[in-house]
């Protein structure tokens, strides 16, 4: 994927972002975020311009929420630029003019041991 | 169109309005440039501010369609335009399923990790499946999904699609237009896994969807396709083997539609109430 198409996908401060995320592999606080961010920095970012551009890969899907303690944790919910430019393909275009195969996924057990069974039967 | 119900009740209401929004423009002359009528609406006459209500109900239904059909035409051809930026020849385990696969709509290999599997295009559909797809399911599976994806191909289920949004669009002081739009959708999802069960038996589509939804990078949910009850309901329709039956209609969108209707049928009556009284001549039609 390209710089462009990239650029398409995330804003400059959004990949810096996700890539603080793939790097660290585990759910991270806004603030350890931050810091990284800010490690090379002249010109630190605020801890709300993090706080927010987190929660905005959140609402988007990027990025996956969820609370720890009095505050969240983020982390990466996809796993490349080329994997968001795939969701944001089924998100702008799977409403219109498009059918796919899986568009809803459901993290019910039950549901998947009912698959199991089907998968298993003779 | 065979048992379509959902977009055929679609296009009977969109066509059961027009003569209405027609009336709404021919009032809207009237309005505009007979004194008479005009004198009705300088002095606040109900028939002309009904009227008036048609003119705004009908120019909003034509431009939301418009909106939505143009999207979804602008949509696919930037989503060509993706895939074939994409577009890969197929390869190892690619080649092999593709190979002896009687392929009924043209199969496109994307390198992309992300599973995917789609059918896009209106007037000639054709199936796009991507690297991860074929890495993450066997062959017996892969199979199902092209089946799957075959299905909607034949039928033009995108163009389906678009049209239904359209006409939900149209309808848009019909709140149940909405709801038969995604009932439509979930119909082409049904009658698509039927299909592939039929070709490829159904413990092959069972595994294509565990294999998804169990997959770390699997496509996560469109936005306004987030169903919780649907693979539900296409798990139930595998293991009986018929179609489930469809739920009760919302209430709370039942009631703004019986609203929305009579609201129409308000505007409706004053806009002839302004034709009868500017054109006296055509109370004797």
Redesign the interface.
């Known amino acids: 994927m390209g710089r462009s198409e990239r650029g398409a996908v995330l804003g400059p401060l959004e990949s810096e972002v996700m890539n603080v995320l793939w790097g660290a592999g585990e759910a991270l606080p806004v603030r350890a975020v931050l810091d990284e961010l800010n490690r090379e920095r002249t010109a630190p970012l605020a801890y709300t311009t993090v706080m927010t551009v987190l929660s905005r890969l959140a609402d988007r899907g990027v990025a996956r929420r969820r609370r720890a303690g009095r505050g969240y944790v983020y982390q990466a919910e996809l796993g490349s630029p080329a994997d968001i430019a795939v969701r944001q393909l089924l998100d702008d275009y799977g409403d219109a003019a498009l059918a796919s195969f899986v568009d809803h996924v459901d993290g019910d057990e039950r549901l998947r041991s009912r698959l199991r069974r089907l998968v298993d039967e003779p | 169109m065979t048992r379509d119900r959902p977009l055929l009740v679609l296009l009977a209401a969109a066509a059961a309005s027009y003569p209405a929004l027609v009336l709404g423009w021919c009032v809207a002359a009237l309005l505009g440039t007979v004194p008479a009528a005009r004198e009705l609406w300088l002095a606040g006459h109900p028939g002309a501010l009904a009227a008036a209500l048609l003119v705004l109900m009908a120019a909003v239904a034509v431009g939301n369609a418009a909106r939505?059909l143009v999207?979804?035409?602008w949509?696919?051809w930037?989503?060509h335009r993706?895939v074939a930026r994409r577009r890969v020849p197929p390869s190892g385990r690619a080649h092999a399923a593709l190979a002896g696969w009687d392929a009924v709509a043209p199969v496109r290999l994307v390198g992309?990790?992300?599973?995917?599997?789609?059918?896009?295009g209106?007037w000639r559909p054709y199936v796009v499946i991507?690297s991860g797809l074929v890495a993450e399911l066997g062959g017996a599976e892969l199979r199902a999904?092209l089946a799957?994806?075959e299905a909607?191909a034949r039928r033009r289920?995108?163009?389906r699609?678009?049209l239904g949004?359209a006409l939900a669009a149209h309808l848009w002081f019909l709140p149940l237009a909405a709801e038969m739009c995604g009932r439509a959708r979930r119909g082409?999802?049904l009658a698509?896994d039927r299909h592939a069960a039929d070709r490829c038996g159904?413990?092959a589509v069972?595994?294509?969807?565990?294999r998804?939804?169990?997959a770390?990078?699997?496509?996560?949910?469109?936005?306004?396709?987030?169903?919780?009850g649907?693979?539900?309901a296409r798990?139930s329709q595998?293991?009986s083997g018929q179609p489930p039956r469809a739920g009760a209609l919302p209430r709370g969108r039942t009631a703004l539609t019986m609203s929305g209707a009579l609201a129409f049928v308000l505007t409706v009556s004053g806009a002839w109430m302004v034709m009868l009284l500017t054109c006296p001549g055509m109370a004797g039609l």
């Open positions: 939505v999207r979804g035409l949509q696919t930037r989503f993706w992309t990790r992300q599973p995917l599997a789609a059918t896009a209106l991507s999904v799957h994806e909607h289920d995108p163009l699609l678009l949004r082409y999802e698509a159904r413990a069972a595994g294509a969807l565990l998804l939804v169990s770390p990078m699997s496509t996560a949910s469109t936005a306004a396709f987030a169903d919780p649907f693979l539900r798990v595998l293991e």
